[in-house]
């Protein structure tokens, strides 16, 4: 790892590279207040970001990651120490502007991060069709997760095999998003009050928008105002 970041940091204009090689992330998050902005990250095999340990307050904007994640990491991702609990979470994520290419695997994945926030990202993998989302967010089934993924562009150039959004928690906003070239473009597994509006899935060849049937899942969700087009 290239910065520990613990506390109240201000990580900016700075260009991390590393050879895909050795494990590893450029930097990790593990506490509370850290601004990550206008970074660039190249070949790093354990992702770019990795925020841990109850962190409060990470946000990170102006990302730019290229050939990151080939451990099967994402390139910005979260995770409580112990795994998914009720009680463990990072608070208050901001991923936005950021530019993501050739990811191995996915672009962002948060696990119990609440509120957390994915906006104006732009998002586009080169490398081999992956079945993994290329957003993704958990949470614990006890959580009480809130989120927003909004006016993202998720463009697949070689056809991804997996959904380009895949989104689970308490309350869930999905709204403005382009989703180009995946074979099925949004999953939620949410609950009342939850969103999907406005977004647009083209060229997909299986489901546009799913909504999981789990017990108590997606009982009062506003699905509205969205654009779907088969793959041709």
């Known amino acids: 790892t290239s910065v520990v970041a613990r506390g109240r940091n201000q990580i900016v204009d700075i260009n991390f590279e590393s050879n895909d090689v050795r494990t590893g992330v450029a930097i990790a998050v593990t506490s509370q207040l850290n601004y990550i902005t206008r970074c660039g990250f190249y070949r790093f095999a354990d992702g770019a970001i990795r925020i841990r340990g109850r962190s409060y307050g990470t946000y990170i904007e102006n990302p730019s990651c290229d050939e990151c994640g080939s451990n099967g990491a994402y390139d910005i991702s979260s995770d409580a120490d112990t795994g998914p609990s009720a009680t463990d979470y990072n ?21 119990n991060s609440d509120p957390f926030y994915i906006e104006n990202n732009y998002i586009e993998p080169f490398n081999s069709p992956s079945t993994n989302p290329m957003i993704r967010t958990e949470n614990s089934a006890s959580g009480n997760t809130e989120g927003w993924i909004r006016n993202n562009y998720l463009g697949s150039i070689n056809g991804n095999n997996g959904f380009a959004i895949s989104a689970s928690g308490a309350k869930i906003n999905i709204e403005g998003n382009h989703c180009l070239n995946f074979p099925d473009g949004i999953y939620l597994s949410a609950i009342e009050g939850s969103v999907v509006s406005d977004n647009i899935v083209d060229k997909v060849s299986n489901y546009g928008i799913q909504l999981a049937s789990a017990a108590l899942a997606n009982n009062g969700v506003t699905v509205t105002g969205n654009s779907i087009f088969a793959r041709t």
């Open 91 to 111: 608070t208050i994520t901001v991923i936005r502007d950021g530019i993501f290419e050739s990811s191995a695997t996915g672009a962002i994945s948060l696990k």
